[in-house]
């Protein structure tokens, strides 16, 4: 297994999925009782919440690994990849797990796809849970929207991310130097970076995912989501550098009875940062 594929132990057996219409996720599941869903978001994977779902006893964990480029099951060439696709994938994820009333959680460009999905397809989600993310007119923030703009050029993304070979260069501003405090463990940041530079499949689902990205859409969230009446989590990094904090206290007034918390000392993934205290937040939300 190359360092690509590696998956941490801690988020359970893969199965894949088949969504129908050539739509392939990955899922790993463990653990009994009410389901938790986890989404990443974009060049990062499931990797991302190994730390939580390591804290969560208690409850069905389900860490989706999906095509956002670091993915090892590339979409069609024809797939749709736009975020209400995306969010699509998510809601037909959970129906084929058979899983009701989850609690979706989500991060980054995830946090975006969730607020889609929660509001385009909420039949399955029985409350939604917020960790800094895209959100209104952030998405993505302005900052990647120029330096990931080469990679929707075909043949670029080699050079253009050649360098994160090299582990020193990862903690670059321009790589993932400003979402944490210290360096990502080893074979987590290798199962980010190695796929989309070996793989020219995986290569092709970054453009399309990249293309697509458009604020259009979360605003349009956040209009739906004023609507929303059931729980909802608005957990959010306080050194966050990409998602303001204004947004995580925007949102919760926005949300009907939504609570907000604050993941002190950490950047965009807390769950990195402090995996115990999102995991702490998280475990009080889940039980009500």
């Not at 399955?124 to 895209?134: E, Q």
């Not at 501003?173 to 080893?186: H, K, Q, S, V």
């Not at 966050?240 to 904090?245: A, L, W």
């Not at 990195?272 to 998280?282: H, I, K, N």
Request: hydrophobic residues 40%.
């Amino acid at each position: 297994m190359s360092n690509a594929d590696w998956r941490s132990p801690d988020l359970g057996p893969a199965r894949t999925l088949d969504l129908g219409s050539g739509r392939q996720v990955r899922a790993h599941v463990t653990g009994e009782g009410s389901p938790v869903v986890f989404v990443h978001g974009a060049l990062v994977n499931a990797n991302l919440w190994r730390k939580v779902v390591a804290r969560l006893d208690g409850f069905k964990r389900v860490t989706l690994d999906l095509p956002l480029g670091s993915h090892l099951e590339p979409m069609r060439k024809d797939a749709d990849l736009t975020p209400p696709a995306l969010a699509d994938l998510i809601a037909d994820s959970v129906s084929e797990l058979g899983l009701t009333d989850v609690t979706l959680v989500g991060n980054d460009t995830g946090g975006g796809l969730c607020q889609i999905a929660a509001t385009r397809r909420p039949e399955r989600i029985g409350a939604l849970a917020l960790t800094s993310c895209d959100a209104f007119d952030n998405f993505p923030p302005p900052f990647f929207r120029v330096v990931l703009a080469p990679a929707r050029i075909p043949g670029v993304i080699p050079l253009a991310f050649g360098g994160l070979r090299l582990r020193p260069l990862r903690r670059l501003p321009i790589a993932y130097g400003w979402l944490t405090n210290e360096p990502i463990d080893r074979d987590a940041e290798d199962s980010y970076v190695l796929p989309v530079l070996t793989r020219g499949p995986i290569r092709r689902d970054v453009r399309k995912l990249l293309g697509g990205l458009d604020p259009t859409y979360t605003l349009d969230a956040a209009v739906k989501l004023a609507g929303w009446n059931r729980p909802a989590l608005i957990a959010w990094s306080d050194r966050d550098r990409f998602f303001p904090p204004a947004h995580g206290e925007r949102l919760a007034k926005l949300i009907p009875g939504a609570r907000l918390e604050w993941i002190e000392g950490a950047r965009t993934f807390s769950m990195e940062d402090q995996p115990d205290r999102v995991a702490e937040v998280l475990r009080d939300f889940l039980r009500g």
